[in-house]
């Protein structure tokens, strides 16, 4: 099982600005991310679906990820499927 991630936008703004990396801001990357992903979820402006990397939902999700999911609903955590 694997999961895609990208990082937290906050964390390459941060590269960029404290860390003085020209072009690591989000903005920046955010391109090379869509056009690396066949995104099967969304189909936005935060996601390609041309790419060589695909990215789908679990086709056998595991009880244990759901019971987290619902853990954090039932804290008050809303659930966002793009954590993207």
């Known amino acids: 099982a694997q999961i895609y991630t990208r990082g937290?936008?906050?964390?390459?703004?941060?590269?960029?600005?404290e860390e003085g990396l020209t072009g690591w801001?989000?903005?920046?990357?955010l391109p090379y991310f869509k056009r690396a992903e066949n995104n099967q979820r969304f189909?936005?402006?935060?996601?390609?679906?041309?790419?060589?990397l695909g990215v789908s939902n679990p086709i056998s999700p595991?009880?244990?990820?759901?019971?987290y999911f619902r853990?954090?609903?039932?804290?008050?955590?809303?659930?966002?499927?793009d954590f993207n």
């Open 25 to 29: 801001g989000y903005r920046d990357v």
């Open 71 to 81: 853990a954090g609903q039932e804290m008050g955590i809303p659930f966002n499927p």
């Open 43 to 52: 189909a936005n402006d935060f996601h390609g679906d041309q790419g060589p």
């Open 8 to 17: 937290n936008a906050r964390d390459y703004d941060a590269w960029e600005k």
């Open 62 to 67: 595991l009880p244990i990820c759901e019971a």
